[in-house]
């Protein structure tokens, strides 16, 4: 049997990534910028529900992503930040 591919996320690079955006948009006078946060493909194999936490965890004001069904599987998992379909 061949070898199966694996996938390997490294949430310390989303949370530093995170932090670039915010301080790219942040407004001058100290007020954050809200920033969305685009799920794509299960959360790239992740799982969206455990990236979509880490991403709340770290301040983002809404969730974006393609179907319903992706949006019940974050509301399934009690993601409570507003999200976008």
Do not use: W
């Not at 199966?4 to 007020?31: K, M, Y």
């Not at 299960?42 to 319903?68: E, Q």
Request: with cysteine; hydrophobic share 55%.
């Amino acid at each position: 049997m061949p070898p199966r591919s694996q996938l390997h996320i490294d949430l310390g690079a989303v949370d530093r990534n995170l932090a670039v955006i915010r301080e790219a948009v942040d407004r001058p006078e100290g007020t954050a910028a809200r920033v969305c946060a685009v799920l794509k493909a299960d959360g790239y194999g992740l799982g969206a529900p455990a990236l979509a936490k880490r991403l709340a965890a770290g301040g983002v004001s809404l969730l974006a992503v393609f179907s319903l069904e992706q949006a019940r599987a974050l509301v399934d998992a009690a993601i409570a930040t507003p999200i976008l379909v």
